[in-house]
């Protein structure tokens, strides 16, 4: 009988993994571009602003996309909904590879806007169902395809564009994704809609005042991360005169940080949500403010790269167990809610500068 139970706790967990790699691989494309920005730019002969609409349009695609995912696939077996949005993450990532103009460059941004807010909406609340005793680690699990997206994905993606072009960067991206949509639809069992799924639990959960003050929140904390990260790459460049190798090397200390972060999130969530959200916005916010006037100290900038990354591998998990918190019975709303807000501020985020 032990054995039984040992094994399927293992199978209950590689389940979660592969949730978690779905993550990594929505992550990792959605910001592919931090790195190559400049890259991208000088090929398509369009300004880093213009660029920038890369990170801008699936965000807020995403944000639309992500309470319309309540309604389109309300009654939906997750698990094909999961596999539909990494197929269409794989068209996203071709379109672009493929891409000729500034035009073509957004029409697959704007699928992969509307896969990421799919998923995230359905796959984020998955760790509760797929581990539910030990629902914080599990969340924190699938969240750590945040930072390894970090940590491998948009550094490798940098260093790959150096050496053969940001296109094979986006091909290679399409690849993948086309393996993980495999893997999921081999490995994931059905997951049939829970009861309460669909618009009316949203409006159910907007009805909360504690809720609609989460969202204030995410619109905050989202907006300056996202202002601040998505042009960091030509912001080390221009004004600390950083070589692209040198930023490689500094985006992979961060996204090495960031994933110590996560798994560092899944610990403190279980103590206190509120307080690990506070911690959270300090180690994100204090980098931040500094960095603006220490880009030519270089240890001052790997010391403080070290701290962002810290409060950017906690701040996922950290978020939304504070709005699960908030309102258990109604997860997927509550995945919306932060999918919309969150993505709506990185929208915003790159768009705050993009203008210039």
């Known amino acids: 009988m032990q054995t039984s139970t040992s094994s399927n706790a293992a199978a209950s967990w590689l389940l979660v993994a592969a949730v978690g790699i779905g993550a990594f691989a929505l992550v990792t494309t959605e910001f592919l571009p931090v790195g190559l920005l400049p890259q991208i730019a000088r090929e398509l002969a369009i300004t880093e602003g213009q660029t920038g609409l890369m990170v801008t349009l699936p965000g807020l695609l995403a944000a639309v996309t992500a ?6 696939a309300r009654s939906i077996d997750r698990r094909k909904v999961l596999c539909a949005l990494l197929a269409l993450l794989a068209v996203s990532n071709l379109a672009v590879a ?3 103009n500034l035009w073509v460059l957004l029409l697959g941004r704007a699928l992969l806007g509307i896969a990421v807010g799919g998923f995230w909406t359905i796959g984020g609340t998955l760790g509760l169902r797929l581990r539910p005793e030990q629902a914080a680690k599990a969340t924190s699990l699938i969240f750590s395809g945040v930072s390894i997206g970090t940590v491998a994905g948009v550094p490798a993606g940098t260093l790959l564009g150096e050496v053969l072009g940001w296109r094979v960067v986006f091909a290679v991206a399409a690849g993948l994704s086309v393996i993980i ?8 069992p059905r997951l049939p809609a829970q009861l309460g799924a669909g618009l009316g639990s949203l409006a159910e959960a907007l009805r909360l005042r504690k809720t609609r003050v989460g969202l204030l929140a995410v619109l905050l904390i989202f907006v300056g991360q996202f202002t601040a990260y998505t042009y960091l790459s030509p912001y080390l ?7 692209s190798a040198s930023l490689s090397a500094l985006l992979l200390g961060f996204g090495v940080t960031g994933f110590i972060g996560n798994l560092l999130g899944g610990w403190a969530v279980t103590r206190s949500p509120s307080w690990t959200l506070i911690g959270t916005a300090l180690l994100m916010g204090i980098p931040m403010i500094l960095l603006s006037g220490m880009a030519s100290l270089a240890s001052a900038v790997v010391m403080l790269m070290v701290l962002w990354g810290v409060g950017f591998g906690l701040l996922p998990i950290a978020m939304q167990s504070w709005l699960f918190a908030m309102a258990p019975d109604r997860l997927e709303a509550m995945g919306a809610i932060f999918v919309s807000s969150a993505q709506v501020s990185i ?8 203008a210039y």
């Open 237 to 243: 460049i221009n004004e600390a005169g950083m070589s």
């Open 347 to 354: 929208g915003v985020g790159a768009l705050t500068i993009s």
């Open 67 to 72: 309470p319309l995912a309540l309604l389109w």
């Open 181 to 188: 949509t495999l893997l999921l639809w081999r490995t994931l």
């Open 98 to 100: 493929l891409s000729s």
